[in-house]
C-alpha cells in the first residue's frame, strides 16, 4: 500500500515540476512584477495596485480588452454553427464526398496561423488577391477586408476558417459515439430528420459544445497571432494596443515595461479566468469537464 | 423520398470544400508564379503563364545563405523535442492520476483542471523574465521547456486511461510481481495507444505553430521557427517596397512547403486522431 502510494507521486512527478516551473512560478512571478513601479530617476518602488488601476483606466487596454470581448462574442457562435451543421450534415451523408470534406474542413487546423492569416491577407490584398480582380470585372470597387472599418470581419473570416474544422471533429466523434437505436425509436415516433438533428442528437453533444465554447473562449481573449501577422499589411489597422496581448507584447518589449506589461497580462489573465468561470457557472447543469 | 434532402446536404458539403480550399489553392498556384506574374494583376487563382516553381522553390533553399532550411530544422526540433516531451509528461501523469489513490491526488488535480483556464499567453511576459534571469533566453530551452507544459493533455490522458485500462490487468500484473514502471510500460501503455498518439500530434502541432512564445524568447534569427521565420521575411517585404518584390515569392512558396509536415502527418494517422479526439468530449 505504501509503495503504491509513492509510485502515484512519482508519475505525476514530472509534470509537477513542469506545472510549477512553467505555471505556478510565471503566474506568481507575474502577480508580484506587477506590484512594482520602475522609474528612470526613482529607481523600483512598491506601487501596490496602482498598475492594475492604471490598466483599467488605460483606455488603450480597455479599447483592446473591448475589442477582444466583441470579437468573442460574433466568432464563437459563428464558429459553433459552422461546427455544428458540418458535424450533423456529415453525420447523415456516407459515402467519398463526406470523407474528402471531413478531411478538407479539418485542414485549416494542421497550418499554423502565422500562415493562415498571410494567405487570408493576400487573397485580401489589392495587389495580387482575386478580390480586387473579381470586383474591377464586375466594374465595382472592392472592400479592403483588412482596412479600419473592415478589419474586424476580416479577422473573422481567417479566424472562422481556422478553427472551426477542430471543432467539427470534437462534435463530430460525439455524434457518432451516440446509440444509433434512439434515432430508430425517434423514427417510429414519427420524428423527421430535422427533428433528430435538433432534439436528439444536439443536446446529446451538448458537453462536447460546452467544451468548444470554453476552448474558443479562452483562445479568442488572447487573440495576437492573427492581428500582429496581418498588421504589416494592414495600413496601420492594426494599432499597437489593437488587442491586451498586442499590447502588453509592445509594452514590454518596445518600452521595456514589464512591471506594467505584467499587471496588463495579469488583468487579460483574471478577465478570461472570470468569463470562464461566469460562462461555467451558467452552463452547469450540461454537464462539463469541470464538474 | 430521402434523395432530394440529401442533394442539398452534398451541395453544401461541396460548398464548404470550396471555402476552406481557396486559400490553399491560391498558394498553390501563386507558387507556380514568378514576381511579374505574381503581380500581373490577372487570374490570381488560375496559373499564369511559365511554371516556376521549381525555381523558386531554389530560390527558397537558397536565399540568405539558406535561412529556410535552418528554420525549418529548428520546427522540427521544437516540435520533436516539445511535443515528445509534453506527451512523456502528460501520459505518465495521466495515468497516475487515473490509477493510483494517493493523498493530496484531488488537490493536485483540482488545481491542473483550473489551470485548464489560465491563458498560457498571458504568463509568456513573466516566463521571458524568469527564462531571461536564468540566462536561458535567446536558446532553444526556452522554446522547448514551456511547451512541455499541457493541463489539458494530462486531463485527456486521465480520462483515457481510466476508460482503457482496467485496474484488474494491472493488479494481475502486480500479483506476477511486476513493478510499477514495468506494469505501466508492459500493460497500461500499449492499451493507451491511440490515446497516446492524440496527445502527440496535438501537442507536436501546438509546437510546430506556436508563434507567440519564439517570438518573445528569440532574438537570433538563426533560432527561428519557421513561423517567426516567415513572419520576419514578411515584415521585410512590406516596409521595402519593390525591393521587397521577390521576397514576396519567397514567402508564399516558403508558407507552401511549411504546411506540408504536418498535412502529411494528419492525413497519415487519421484514424488515431479521429477516434482519440472524441475522448476529451465524451465525460
Request: charged fraction near 10%; include cysteine; proline fraction near 5%.
Amino acid at each position: 500500500m505504501n509503495r503504491k502510494w509513492i509510485a502515484g507521486w512519482l508519475f505525476i512527478l514530472p509534470f509537477l515540476v513542469v506545472f510549477l516551473a512553467f505555471l505556478v512560478a510565471p503566474l506568481f512571478y507575474a502577480g508580484y512584477l506587477s506590484l512594482w513601479t520602475k522609474g528612470l530617476a526613482t529607481g523600483t518602488t512598491f506601487a501596490g495596485f496602482d498598475n492594475y488601476t492604471r490598466a483599467f483606466e488605460d483606455p488603450s487596454f480597455r479599447k483592446g480588452l473591448w475589442f477582444v470581448l466583441r470579437f468573442s462574442a460574433v466568432v464563437i457562435p459563428l464558429q459553433i454553427i459552422v461546427a455544428l451543421v458540418a458535424a450533423l450534415v456529415l453525420d447523415e451523408v456516407t459515402g467519398r464526398l463526406a470523407r474528402f470534406s471531413r478531411l478538407v474542413i479539418f485542414l485549416p487546423y494542421a497550418i499554423p496561423a502565422v500562415l493562415g492569416a498571410l494567405m487570408w491577407g493576400f487573397l485580401y490584398s489589392p495587389s495580387f488577391g482575386p478580390i480586387e480582380q473579381i470586383a474591377t470585372a464586375f466594374d465595382v470597387r472592392a472592400p479592403f477586408l483588412l482596412s479600419q472599418g473592415n478589419i474586424f470581419y476580416g479577422l473573422l473570416n481567417v479566424v472562422t476558417w481556422q478553427w472551426s474544422g477542430y471543432y467539427m471533429i470534437i462534435i463530430y466523434a460525439a455524434l457518432r459515439s451516440i446509440d444509433t437505436s434512439i434515432y430508430e425509436a425517434a423514427r417510429i415516433d414519427g420524428a423527421n430528420a430535422r427533428q433528430i438533428a435538433l432534439r436528439i442528437k444536439v443536446p446529446m453533444v451538448s458537453s462536447a459544445l460546452v467544451l468548444i465554447l470554453v476552448f474558443s473562449l479562452i483562445g479568442t481573449l488572447q487573440f495576437f497571432t492573427e492581428p500582429q501577422i496581418l498588421a504589416p499589411i494592414a495600413n496601420g489597422s492594426v494599432t499597437p494596443d489593437f488587442t491586451p496581448n498586442i499590447y502588453a507584447y509592445n509594452i514590454a518589449f518596445r518600452y521595456a515595461q514589464f512591471n506594467y506589461a505584467s499587471a496588463i497580462s495579469f488583468s487579460l489573465g483574471f478577465v478570461v479566468f472570470l468569463a470562464v468561470g461566469i460562462f461555467m457557472f451558467v452552463t452547469r447543469k450540461k454537464g462539463s469537464i469541470f464538474t | 423520398m430521402t434523395r432530394p434532402r440529401h442533394i442539398w446536404a452534398k451541395l453544401l458539403l461541396l460548398a464548404m470544400v470550396c471555402y476552406f480550399l481557396i486559400p490553399v489553392w491560391w498558394l498553390l498556384v501563386a507558387s507556380t508564379k514568378n514576381a511579374e506574374g505574381l503581380f500581373s494583376g490577372n487570374g490570381a487563382l488560375w496559373f499564369s503563364h511559365g511554371f516556376h516553381f521549381f525555381e523558386n522553390l531554389g530560390d527558397l533553399f537558397t536565399y540568405n545563405n539558406g535561412e529556410y532550411l535552418r528554420w525549418l530544422g529548428n520546427s522540427a526540433l521544437y516540435a520533436f523535442a516539445g511535443g515528445i516531451g509534453c506527451t512523456v509528461v502528460s501520459v505518465l501523469a495521466g495515468y497516475g492520476f487515473a490509477k493510483f489513490s494517493f493523498r493530496g491526488r484531488n488537490l493536485v488535480f483540482a488545481a491542473v483542471l483550473g489551470s485548464v483556464m489560465v491563458p498560457l499567453t498571458a504568463l509568456v511576459i513573466p516566463t521571458f523574465v524568469l527564462m531571461s534571469n536564468a540566462g536561458l533566453t535567446d536558446t532553444v530551452w526556452a522554446v522547448i521547456l514551456p511547451s512541455l507544459l499541457s493541463p489539458f493533455a494530462v486531463y485527456l490522458m486521465r480520462v483515457y486511461a481510466s476508460a482503457s485500462v482496467p485496474d484488474e490487468l494491472l493488479d494481475a500484473a502486480r500479483i506476477d510481481g511486476a513493478g510499477e514502471l514495468r506494469t505501466f510500460v508492459r500493460v497500461a501503455l500499449p492499451l493507451m495507444r491511440p490515446g497516446v498518439i492524440t496527445v502527440l500530434l496535438l501537442s507536436i502541432v501546438s509546437t510546430w505553430n506556436n508563434f507567440f512564445l519564439p517570438l518573445t524568447m528569440l532574438s537570433t534569427s538563426k533560432l527561428y521557427p519557421l513561423t517567426v521565420g516567415i513572419g520576419l521575411w514578411e515584415q521585410l517585404a512590406s516596409s521595402n517596397n519593390g525591393g521587397g518584390q521577390s521576397l514576396w515569392n519567397l514567402i508564399i512558396t516558403g508558407s507552401l512547403v511549411s504546411i506540408v509536415p504536418l498535412v502529411v502527418a494528419f492525413l497519415t494517422l487519421q484514424k488515431y486522431w479521429q477516434g482519440g479526439l472524441a475522448v476529451g468530449s465524451l465525460k
